[in-house]
């Protein structure tokens, strides 16, 4: 498994579990790799996940940020950023368990945003974390 689905599996795992999104997003919460068609909102979907090789001391490392987009319908800007901090309250520093031969050295909520999208009923928010990974020996 690359490091970079085994980050993606292990954080939304993590946030998944969190009760501050379940309760925005639903028990499971709505969090999909691809939008279903007809999704409930408000729902998350995963976006681009940009990786650089970090190697050092003998050991892989790689540095990767993944970006995660939140939709909302009906509760505009305010909504949107109130699930972005909830995901970020959750996921940064979050200690996670890597499978696949990855550990996580670090995870951190680096960038987030809210905004309307050309439909102006629907608000759209982005959180970004990065992530340190080395290979585990």
Known sequence: MSA???????????LSADAGVIALLGDPPRVFDEEPAGAAYPYVTIGRGVSEDADGD?????EHRLTL????????????????DAMRTAGHEAALSLSGGWR??????????????ADSRIAHGVIRFRALLEEVA
């Open 104 to 117: 996580c050295v670090f995870c951190r909520s680096v960038y987030a945003d809210a905004f309307r999208t």
């Open 4 to 14: 970079e689905a085994a980050f993606q599996d292990a954080l939304i795992q993590h």
């Open 69 to 84: 987009h939140v939709w909302v319908r009906h509760g505009g800007r305010r909504e949107a950023k109130t699930i972005v």
């Open 58 to 62: 003998g050991a892989r490392v790689i």
